[in-house]
């Protein structure tokens, strides 16, 4: 592949391990394992565990068959590879613990990606090891997106919106939920996107539009209704994650109400956005339009999540949230109101801290655009 820059990743990565106090960092296939070492392996029942460490070069337990892999990196590692017979493959962990010399060490891992899998033969392997969360470290090493990255995940986002705007002609009262999201997958690939799309679009129609995890069912869109359409595209491992809301035909006035609230919680978390503000500084501005108007309590979720390799990540749009925006943090802006029983709007933006405040990835219309019956 040609190279995002893995020995400056790599270097990146030792300085954090030092900060974090962490031995080292073991990974098992997911989207860190890629990022630090352009290699891709499935997860199976087979481990595929990388360690690293901040003064060695990376260490890796997988099976021989896979070996081809490690040939040609633009970087040295260390192999223990292993044959197709488990009871051997602990001992090719133990070569891995005794070459990094990781017995006694306090190893990261992945909290919401590493396996029991690999995790049992790394504590047989090394059972004086202290395995910590290493969440913190992978945030700060892949927080900041850089040019590449940025450019994989403007590409998600145009990919998306053709794929919607290829998908709208077909949406009309009668059509269900599921034809919906089956046009828009196929749109989604024709466009461009990888088929692993990064999630299944949401496509929530008339009540379903109030929940705002609903998948697409077998009713069919009603005049009256409103239409949640939430979706995304993978460009090299990266993802595009956006919503927009439509009205079938004429409306609720209550319904058009809520959608303007949105719009603006919307525009001004674009607007709040820049470098040096708290990440809970955004999620405050949204919320406080859509209380103001008075609907805070059916605004019942964050203002968004980071973006990039994985569909939630670091930074949280979350109140709380105290990291400070750099240039290269790549989140969304997805404030809505839900109304049970009735229906929900939401607008997801997908954008980037610049030095003079945001890029957004995502253009599309953000008013309630009315499709006709
Ligand atoms: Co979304
Ligand atoms: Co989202």
Known sequence: MSSPHFLQRHQKLAQVLKQQEL????????????????????????????IFSADQDPIIVLPQLEALKIQNLPYKIQAFPY??????????????????????????VEPRAFRVLELDFLKEAAP???????EAAVAELRMRKDASEVSNM??????????LQATL??????VTEKEIATELIMQLLRHG??????????VSGGPNSANPHA??????????????????????????????????????????????????????????????????????ATRAVIDEAGYGEFFTH????????????????????????????????????????????RIEDDVVVTADGLESFTDLPRELIQLEA
């Open 23 to 50: 031995d080292a960092l073991a990974l098992n296939p997911g989207p860190s394992l890629p990022y630090l070492t352009g290699m891709h392996f499935h997860m199976s029942e087979r481990p595929v565990v990388v």
């Open 83 to 108: 044959d197709e017979n488990p009871s051997n493959w602990v001992k090719a962990f133990r070569g891995a613990i005794e070459a990094g010399g990781f017995e006694k060490g306090r190893v990261g």
């Open 128 to 134: 004086e090891a202290q395995f910590v969360s290493g």
């Open 154 to 163: 403007r590409e998600a986002a145009q990919i998306a919106q053709s794929a």
């Open 169 to 174: 002609p077909m949406i009309k009262p009668g």
């Open 193 to 202: 996107s990888h088929s692993k799309v990064p999630f299944s679009p949401i």
């Open 215 to 284: 998948a697409p069912s077998d009713r069919k869109l009603e005049n009256g209704d409103l239409l949640v359409i939430d979706w995304g595209a993978n460009v090299k491992g990266y993802f595009s994650d956006i919503t927009r809301t439509f009205a079938i035909g004429e409306v609720d006035p209550e319904l058009k109400l809520i959608a303007e609230i949105v719009m603006k919680a919307n525009a001004t978390g674009h607007a709040t956005a820049k470098p040096g503000i708290p990440a809970g500084q955004v999620d405050d």
């Open 302 to 345: 964050r203002t968004g999540h980071g973006l990039g390799l994985e569909g939630h990540e670091e930074p949280y749009i979350r109140s709380d949230n105290q990291i400070l925006l750099e240039v290269g943090m790549s989140f969304t802006i997805e404030p809505g109101i839900y109304l049970p029983g009735r229906g929900g709007v």
